[in-house]
């Protein structure tokens, strides 16, 4: 009781939409699809007026198609509309800041992305607490309540933290709880990881699903004994394969709900107690299954679009995720009434691993995302050896970012050897998916 009102106590103080919004999204979930469909329906109207009105890339967009506002009612009609991407925004970055920008309260974002294309966008402060109440919403399909205690093995970057160390540790001890870097998983360090969870008793992990997997193996190869019960693992920003689910189910004794999730386009989904996919949030953004004409689709594999309903500070519309996913209107007998994400296709990248330190794809992608880059891909060659191909962007400073890589990765991983390669563009086959990682070491 006393780790619930703590937690309630901390997003009072800073945050205090976010209970609130968590509260309705619980009393929602379960609701039927039509009336859930109708409330996105409703925000969405109200989503495309607002970005014809006030962001000039939307208004000439809509001006060029030969449509309105009014042409958008439906979900079905958002198919009248051109899919957003990445390049578009960086193209048009001028044209995507709204005329009341100075009006709005706003948070900053940047991702890098399973496409190798880092982006720097804004997110309306509303949008970014509905997103944290979503988040609480989901963990709620495992069985996480608020305030339980939750080991989480990730991190916002290589870049060094910005937060001070004291300042997380009371944000930490208000939510309950603790933090273990997944780009220093040293041996040194994973004995430390275990022996301190171990000792903590955290009733959830959650992290991305590389870094759990390799503490999972970890824990097994050294015959170490896990002596706390779990109620549940969330795993997420990765591809979760059916090898690292059953091992980490085995090593902690305790089931895997996996989740799918990007801030910068808002869509989610989760699994639940059924395990039989991923239930698709509709309480905060529209998800799109497409095939390749752009139609949409309620069975099998597609693209998945994404669009923000709250995120008016930079409105997000049929947003190219890069991901493929498998959608089923099948329904699952734990009451919710969604669409479901059956499976991820793609985002399957290799990991480094650099004097015995593993660093993960997402940690990358946000490292790289803080320049001015229009395309990258890391390559290993061996076990000291790095290769960074980069496709500079107008502002890109050589000799500035190469100094903040290097540093970020002799910070964490020692002294390496880093190339960086500068090109025009970097090729990929027509038969091949891009991938911004490859791994051609031997380890």
């Not at 939510?175 to 903590?200: A, G, T, V």
């Not at 946000?366 to 990258?376: A, H």
């Not at 880093?418 to 990929?428: A, T």
Request: charged content about 25%.
């Amino acid at each position: 009781m006393l780790n619930k009102i703590l937690f309630k106590t901390a997003y009072f103080l800073k945050r205090r939409r976010v209970i609130s919004y968590y509260n309705h999204f619980q009393s929602n979930q379960r609701k039927p699809y039509g009336w859930l469909k109708n409330q996105q329906e409703e925000q969405l109207r109200k989503l495309i007026d607002f970005s014809y009105k006030n962001v000039p890339y939307y208004a000439k967009m809509f001006d060029r198609i030969g449509i309105g506002p009014c042409d958008i009612q439906t979900i079905k009609d958002l198919q009248k509309l051109p899919i957003l991407n990445k390049q578009i925004i960086k193209n048009n970055w001028n044209d995507f800041i709204p005329k009341n920008i100075k009006m709005m309260e706003y948070v900053n974002g940047a991702t890098g992305g399973s496409t190798g294309i880092p982006l720097k966008y804004r997110m309306s402060k509303n949008d970014y607490e509905k997103g944290t109440a979503m988040l609480y919403n989901d963990w709620s399909y495992g069985g996480y309540q608020l305030g339980d205690k939750v080991a989480i093995i990730a991190g916002s970057s290589l870049i060094p933290e910005a937060k001070s160390e004291l300042k997380r540790k009371i944000q930490d001890c208000f939510l309950n709880w603790r933090h273990y870097s997944s780009f220093e998983m040293s041996e040194k360090n994973l004995f430390k990881y275990f022996f301190d969870i171990n000792k903590w008793k955290p009733a959830f992990i959650r992290g991305y699903a590389s870094s759990i997997y390799l503490f999972a193996k970890f824990i097994e190869d050294n015959n170490l004994k896990v002596n706390f019960r779990l109620k549940g693992i969330f795993t997420t920003s990765e591809k979760l394969f059916k090898k690292q689910r059953n091992s980490i189910e085995k090593v902690f004794n305790a089931r895997i709900f996996d989740g799918y999730g990007l801030n910068d386009g808002g869509v989610s989904a989760s699994e639940c107690k059924r395990h039989c996919g991923m239930h698709i949030n509709m309480g905060r953004s529209v998800m799109e299954i497409t095939n390749n004409e752009g139609g949409q689709i309620i069975k099998g594999q597609g693209k998945i679009l994404a669009t923000s309903l709250y995120n008016y500070a930079m409105p997000f519309i049929r947003y190219d995720t890069g991901d493929l996913g498998v959608i089923s209107d099948a329904e699952c007998s734990c009451g919710r009434k969604t669409l479901l994400l059956k499976k991820i296709i793609g985002r399957v990248t290799d990991s480094l691993t650099l004097n015995n330190i593993i660093i993960g794809s997402p940690v990358l992608t946000v490292l790289m995302g803080r320049f001015d880059i229009e395309q990258y891909q890391i390559i290993q060659e061996d076990l000291m050896s790095i290769t960074i191909k980069i496709v500079q962007g107008e502002n890109y400073s050589r000799k500035e970012n190469e100094r903040f890589i290097e540093k970020s990765f002799y910070d964490h991983v020692g002294k390496i050897n880093i190339k960086f390669d500068y090109v025009d563009v970097i090729q990929v086959k027509k038969t091949e998916k891009y991938r911004f990682i490859i791994n051609d070491s031997k380890h």
